[in-house]
């Protein structure tokens, strides 16, 4: 299986680039963008800050009489933050991205995902000289700088991404993670905030080393098993998240109309076996397991019925798709008592199998 080449670009103290783009003049000043409060002049909080005022210790979500405070005696420049202005250029940079990838997902207004895997056929050098040819054409049409992490999965990218701004390429390889996720604090992974950072210091669990280290049942008793695997996951720079358009989130489904109006069981199963062996090939084909598994009945009034189920950890295979379409099916001949004209099967959620490391599922599966 092909490891996959994950991009994570992100502007450069984004509102505040914007602003020196309009007017170059401010390109040396301290620049800082804030939300005026309006009760005094100087209420309300900062926004972002170019690099020449973080130098000041100006930065987002101090308030803006501080950033006065610490600016004193510079040229700085205070503006108001002006959404749309941002919004349109974002616009405008999202679209080129876009077409660099094989797969493309905004995240916010100045973050998204490029899944490149095909593109540069799975090569971390490919993929480093496509991040500086994508740095260069933007650079030069739309005069905006970013920082682009580059790894074999979105967690490793994003993190990658924050090691070296503005103007960063860090590119980490898939043998690269654990050394270089080892050493970071555990808060820089996503979700962990200061109450759980809190508690795994108490757990004697400072670096996302100590945490990937750390026994994964005990993990499991402390935090819950969605949280705990989750973390031991990430700790260990596994992740199988897809990037995919937002609001695009895939399906496949199959549907087919029964040999006779029925509530029959098995009869209904044995065409949704057929559904499941099709959409099966689909899953091999595209390499990815799911998390939901969902009917459809139209009965015989014609109003359609669903009814699905969320799996604890990502499946793949026929056993799981006959097992939960069956147990869905029992449970939903039980509440309704029309028949049955035609049947459906749906699978969603999609994760792509990692390449390299062992899934914690297969972990659990186990015991
Ligand atoms: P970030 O990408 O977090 O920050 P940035 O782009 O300003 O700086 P960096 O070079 O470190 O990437 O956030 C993107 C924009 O979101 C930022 O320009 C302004 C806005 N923002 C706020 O309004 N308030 C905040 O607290 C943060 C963190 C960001
Ligand atoms: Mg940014």
Redesign the pocket.
Known sequence: MQARVIMLV????????CEELRNPALKDKPVV?G?YSGRTEDSG?????N?VARKYGVK??IPLYLAKKRLEGTEAVFLP?DDEF?EHISDKIMHALRGYADAFEQV????AYLDVTQKVQGSFEAAKALAQKIKGEVKNQLNITF?VGVGPNKLVSKIAS?SQ??NGLTIVKPEEVKRFLSPLPVNRLIGVGRKTSAKMGELGIKTIGDLARYDVQRLVEILGRTLGVYFHNAANGVDNQLVQEAGEAESISRISTLKENTRDLALILEKTDQLIEDIHKEVVQRDISFRQIGIIAIMTDLSVRSRSQMLETPARYVDALRKTVRELFEKFLGESELEIRRVGVKISNFAKEEAEQQQLTSFFQKT
Not at 10 to 17: K, N, S, T
Not at 45 to 49: E, F, G, M
Not at 108 to 111: M, N, Q, T
């Open positions: 992100d502007l450069d103290y984004f509102f505040a680039q963008v939300v909080a900062v926004s972002t800050a690099y987002s979500g933050v941002y916010g207004i100045d973050e920082s924050d701004k503005p």
